[in-house]
């Protein structure tokens, strides 16, 4: 298209040309400015928090200031948490989104539920965290485990739910007619023959939620709080990765601060390696 | 299943009758429980809303009995002789959110632009990922990122240079007043700038691709440059889906948390250079929760927990609903 009005010289023509110049130099920066910071938060990341990773990162308990020491107690409370909050979190939301996509898709509770769904999806997760204090924390009169769980079950549902229900949409309704011609009923055709067709989708969704909470600190910070030893009772305080960070990161002790880089790192990691999972995921099965 | 019965032959025709009665009603029975479960679960996601709101209002009811409305526009907030305002808090989240969104809303826009009009094909999808990436990496992240490493680096390379380009003039040198601290509201906006640029371009490529590829054709013979077609095709007829990705990015920015409460600086006073600390309302909350004495101080907090819902909830409302009207439109 530059050849062909490259002819013209009038003042316009090279006046328009500049300015689309301009601007498509400008959504290069762009674009590269945004890929900066992905580059330069990975390379500290790395930098600061590759020499801290080794075995006692694993192995041991959180130190008082001034020894050496490790993780191991807020990985496993970070662990237990999300596994709980997955195990409540993803029946109720794949229950929600099948009610959404299979029964109800065009009545009002769906469209009432879909709009809520989709608030809940962006809320502040520290006024989910205020809640469960409310909730939990006030009545029980302590800080739990299992409130920090529900915390983080109430950030999955809603990335469940949705992933559900666009899974089920996709589906093409023939396979649902011909589940139902040859006598199936509807909840078996749904058990069947949709979810199975829809599994890689659903799968990814519950992936999605898990990098989502394993990274999530504000809900836990006043239902799970901290717990500086080895802990497996959930109805008292527990570790967690997230909130150890924080607290680290936020003292004067070097050797925290260190972990607490390490612990970035950890976390980083993992919800990296969980996003990409379930984007291949994802990936596949809209080819399919 | 139901031809299991057959195996025994025409002699036994009267219980094969009830076997098969039976295991219709057996069927009947769990297709029954099967969608009542769902429709309840459908209807818990509503009672979860429903409880977030009523459980904050119930927890802040003490704040709001003893303060009335000037807990809205009191700016004091001092846990000793116990009187809390939430103005300072309020003030702090909308500078910041409002910083973000003057950064990633442009920028946000031309990568879009970049991946629908100018990314070669094969790169779409992978730069497309990065971004996103963005958007995986935890808060928390951010807030240690930008407390060792990007706060000191504006502290002695960005802040003293705006001050020495803008302090001196008359307006515009309020905003950058007193030293570089590196925290600040400034620093604030532009992690949240980062924090949110993923959300407005992934929803404003989703949209832009979204465009009747014969209107852009039209454009293009008519002898348009790929900018005139951006800014006088594409963008017309995504307005409402940009303004639902742009109010999307926004109530992330508003509910962001351990981000900005590393480099907020947690000061409870109003300044009108974006280069002090101040606080947010998320910022207040997950600094001072755990360590409120009182029931008053405890639910001031929750008082500004559910300020700072409502105000998430009526900027993502308004954000669904221009995409619902995008949808509307395209779908029609």
Known sequence: MATLISGASSPLYAARRRKNAITMTLAYA???????????????????????????????????????????????????????????????????????????????LSSVVRFINDILLSAPSIVIGLFVYEIMVAQMGHFSGWAGAVALAVIVVPVVVRTTEDMLTLLPDTLREAAASIGLPRS????????????????????????????????????????????????????????VIFQFALSPYKDWQNLAWTGALIITLAVLA??????????????? | MVDVAYEGGGAIAVSEKLDRAKVLNRLRLGDAIFRHMTRGAAIAVLVILSGIIISLVIGSWPALHKFGFAFLYEEVWNPVTE?????????????????????????????ALFLTELCPMVLRRPIGIAIELLAGIPSIIYGIWGLFVFAPFLQQHVQPFLIDV???????????????????MLTAGLILAIMVLPFITSISRDVFEAVPPVLKEAAYGL??????????????????????????????????????????????????????????????????????????????????????????????????????????????
């Open chain 1, 30 to 108: 762009a674009t590269g400015f945004g890929l900066i910071w992905l580059a330069l938060i990975l390379i500290v990341l790395f930098w600061q928090g590759f020499s801290g990773l080794s075995l006692a990162v694993f192995t041991q308990m959180t130190p008082p200031p001034g020894s050496a020491g490790g993780l191991l107690n807020p990985i496993m409370g970070s662990l237990v948490m999300t596994i709980i909050a997955v195990v409540i979190g993803t029946p109720l939301g794949m229950l929600a989104g099948t009610y959404m996509a299979e029964y109800g898709r065009y009545d009002k």
């Open chain 1, 188 to 243: 078996l055709m749904i058990q069947k023959v949709a979810y199975r067709a829809a599994r890689a989708g659903m799968i990814t969704g519950v992936l999605l939620a898990v990098a989502r909470i394993s990274g999530e600190t504000a809900p836990l910070l006043f239902t799970a709080l901290n717990n500086q030893f080895w802990s497996t009772n959930m109805n008292a305080p527990v570790s967690s990765l997230p909130v």
């Open chain 1, 274 to 288: 969980l996003s990409i999972v379930a984007r291949f995921l994802g990936g596949q099965s809209k080819k399919s």
């Open chain 2, 83 to 111: 009187q809390f305002g939430a103005i300072a808090p309020i003030y702090g989240t909308i500078v910041t959110s409002l910083i973000a969104m003057v950064i990633a809303v442009p920028v946000g826009l031309f990568i």
């Open chain 2, 166 to 184: 803008f302090g001196p003039i008359p307006v515009l040198g309020t905003l950058f007043e007193g030293p570089p601290y590196g925290i600040g």
């Open chain 2, 223 to 332: 002898g348009c440059t790929t900018w005139e077609v951006a800014r006088n095709v594409v963008l017309p007829f995504t307005r409402v889906g940009v303004i639902g990705g742009v109010m999307l990015g926004l109530g992330r920015a508003l509910g962001e948390t351990m981000a900005v409460t590393f480099v907020i600086g947690n000061a409870h006073r109003i300044s009108g250079s974006i280069l002090a600390p101040g606080t947010t309302i998320s910022a207040t909350i997950a600094n001072e929760f755990t360590e409120a004495v009182g029931d008053l101080y405890t639910s001031s907090l929750i008082a500004l927990g559910l300020i700072l819902f409502v105000i998430t909830f009526i900027v993502l409302a308004f954000a669904r609903l221009m995409l619902m009207r995008l949808n509307a439109r395209l779908g029609s």
